[in-house]
């Protein structure tokens, strides 16, 4: 669709093809199109196209970063296929290094060092420096690096934080992700719920737990954990699934879930944004129905911007 069409003030498109599959009492499904204010109308566009930038090997895919050189802003693209660390060029690749998963569809965090000569990469059982000029892949072997870890990499003032499925936040030496002290790290502990996800919003260390949100900021602590609880820091609602969150301009989508309405039953499960400390519900009615017909144990979020829109 290459030019705006009206949109009708109560429909968007198809009369029986409606978002939720009901009868037509609600707005239709749009596929492939998007709608936008032109000269204060709503109208349909199409969406922008798509072509392949380079392809890799065949396998599953547990991630993918773009690598920025903070000097000269060139970029690598990294990608882990299978059991492969690949680093794709045009259309040429490279396998670098073998990688072990802790899972078959486990996805892959990444981060990198400030001046961009480590690109850092993890999954739930190891973390990873790749040497961005030589293509050497280094584990951390840090006896003080914990054993598994969940979803994410928070870098914060020149530390790297990866926190374990207890809702215990570790940190790395500034800059230098294979040494970890015995003393730096701090709980996550509002509530007595598990660890989910970490992430960074703004200048917050954000960790997801069952149930609970909570905010740290770096207090530049002399011992211990340079992250301090930020006052009034905790949202009484965490993460359904870790795989759900996606990022996109600033703000985090997920799947949120409070107390005493977990995935047992999946009571009360909803779609929120988290926009700097304040997390609103997005989802409607018809999207929560679904999310408590089904088990979330394959729960997965992005997210991208297209033509202004965040989706």
């Given at each position: 669709?290459?030019?705006?069409?009206?949109?009708?003030?109560?429909?968007?498109?198809?009369?029986?093809?409606?978002?939720?599959?009901?009868?037509?009492?609600?707005?239709?499904?749009?596929?492939?199109?998007?709608?936008?204010?032109?000269?204060g109308d709503p109208q349909i566009v199409g969406r922008t196209?798509?072509?392949?930038?380079?392809?890799?090997?065949?396998?599953?895919?547990?991630?993918?970063?773009?690598?920025?050189?903070?000097?000269?802003?060139?970029?690598?693209?990294?990608?882990?296929?299978?059991?492969?660390?690949?680093?794709?060029?045009?259309?040429?690749?490279?396998?670098?290094?073998?990688?072990?998963?802790?899972?078959?569809?486990?996805?892959?965090?990444?981060?990198?060092?400030?001046?961009?000569?480590?690109?850092?990469?993890?999954?739930?059982?190891?973390?990873?420096?790749?040497?961005?000029?030589t293509d050497a892949v280094t584990k951390v072997t840090s006896?003080?690096?914990?054993?598994?870890?969940?979803?994410?990499?928070?870098?914060?003032?020149?530390?790297?934080?990866?926190?374990?499925?207890?809702?215990?936040?570790?940190?790395?030496?500034?800059?230098?992700?294979?040494?970890?002290?015995?003393?730096?790290?701090?709980?996550?502990?509002?509530?007595?719920?598990?660890?989910?996800?970490?992430?960074?919003?703004?200048?917050?260390?954000?960790?997801?737990?069952?149930?609970?949100?909570?905010?740290?900021?770096?207090?530049?602590?002399?011992?211990?954990?340079?992250?301090?609880?930020?006052?009034?820091?905790?949202?009484?609602?965490?993460?359904?699934?870790?795989?759900?969150?996606?990022?996109?301009?600033?703000?985090?989508?997920?799947?949120s879930q409070s107390k005493g309405q977990g995935p047992t039953?999946?009571?009360?499960?909803?779609?929120?944004?988290?926009?700097?400390?304040?997390?609103?519900?997005?989802?409607?009615?018809?999207?929560?129905?679904?999310?408590?017909?089904?088990?979330?144990?394959?729960?997965?979020?992005?997210?991208?911007?297209?033509?202004?829109?965040?989706?």
């Open positions: 669709m290459n030019q705006p069409v009206e949109v009708k003030r109560l429909r968007y498109g198809d009369l029986f093809i409606t978002r939720d599959g009901s009868v037509p009492n609600k707005d239709a499904r749009l596929t492939n199109c998007l709608v936008e204010a032109v000269n196209g798509f072509a392949t930038y380079t392809s890799v090997a065949t396998g599953v895919g547990h991630g993918m970063t773009v690598w920025t050189k903070n000097s000269d802003q060139t970029q690598k693209v990294y990608c882990v296929v299978g059991t492969q660390v690949y680093r794709a060029t045009g259309t040429a690749t490279t396998v670098i290094s073998t990688y072990g998963q802790g899972a078959a569809n486990e996805i892959v965090d990444w981060n990198q060092y400030y001046d961009g000569s480590y690109v850092v990469l993890k999954n739930s059982l190891s973390m990873y420096g790749m040497n961005t000029s006896g003080n690096y914990p054993a598994t870890t969940v979803r994410g990499i928070a870098y914060l003032d020149g530390t790297f934080y990866v926190m374990d499925p207890n809702g215990t936040i570790f940190g790395s030496n500034s800059e230098d992700i294979f040494t970890w002290s015995a003393l730096n790290f701090i709980s996550a502990n509002a509530e007595p719920d598990g660890g989910v996800a970490l992430a960074r919003a703004g200048s917050f260390v954000v960790a997801f737990g069952n149930y609970t949100t909570q905010f740290f900021y770096d207090a530049g602590n002399a011992t211990g954990s340079p992250l301090s609880r930020a006052p009034n820091g905790t949202i009484l609602s965490g993460c359904a699934s870790s795989n759900s969150i996606a990022y996109c301009d600033g703000s985090f989508y997920y799947i039953t999946n009571a009360g499960v909803r779609v929120s944004v988290l926009k700097g400390i304040s997390s609103q519900v997005i989802s409607t009615d018809s999207i929560e129905r679904l999310l408590k017909a089904d088990g979330l144990v394959n729960a997965y979020g992005n997210a991208i911007n297209v033509l202004g829109h965040e989706l």
